[in-house]
């Protein structure tokens, strides 16, 4: 395993559904959580759409996988993101979002929820912060 | 995708590498057949893994890693099952892979 932890941000733009692109983000993910580094997911855009809540997606035959994005904490990512002019601009809040919550087990240390909605200057700073985004 | 598994008399379809193709038709007879095809004979050990297996994808839609596996284990049935020696201990093969196959989930996101 490297030393050095880099800051990957994960940055998702479009609909749940239409696309694959919001449930391979996922698992990209998930699967990049084994690595050790110093993960943030940010959704912006149509992408704030896949963290609503009460999803139905029957009628479209797709699997709703909007439950899986609850066990980002499971999978050690705490830093999720919302930006909250693509929010206002879709008549949605953070009531409207689900809550990932986020517990250390060895210390039980918890966080209820790790969603944090957060302004446009500040989406720019931790893209700048950022060493690697990966754009879906 | 023409495999399958011969459980009570009925045939299950599985994909190449045995995973039961509808996550819908597992039965639990389904997991005492494929443990006996890699010569293990299930305890209530065993399900207590599996049932937790299939509780965790109903809830999230998803089969966990097996560190994730192992850290949710230790909260939900003590700390003593909660490491990877006691669920190698129970299966050999890898208990994300194997205990997942077993009980009828797909393949774990993130077993890379």
Known sequence: MSEVVKKFMYLNRKAPYGTIYAWEALEVVLIGAAFDQDVSVMFLDDGVYQLTKGQD????????FSPTFRTLGDYEVKKI????ASLEA????????????????????????????IDSARVGELMNESDAIFSF | MSDTIEVDGKQYGVDEEGYLANLNDWVPG????????DNIELTDEHWDIINFLREY????????????LTK???????KDKGNSKYLYSLFPYGPAKQACRFAGLPKPTGCV
Do not use: C, H, S
């Open chain 1, 90 to 117: 879709r008549g949605l809040t953070q009531d409207d979002l689900v809550e990932i919550a986020w517990e250390d087990f060895e210390t039980e240390e918890e966080i209820e929820n790790i969603v944090e909605v």
């Open chain 1, 57 to 64: 997606t029957k009628a479209i035959g797709m699997k709703n």
């Open chain 2, 57 to 68: 994808y109903e809830e999230y839609q998803i089969a966990p890693a097996v560190r994730v």
């Open chain 2, 72 to 78: 949710a284990v230790g909260k939900k049935l003590g």
């Open chain 2, 30 to 37: 389904i997991a005492t057949v494929m443990a006996a095809q």
């Open chain 1, 81 to 84: 993101f919302v930006d909250r």
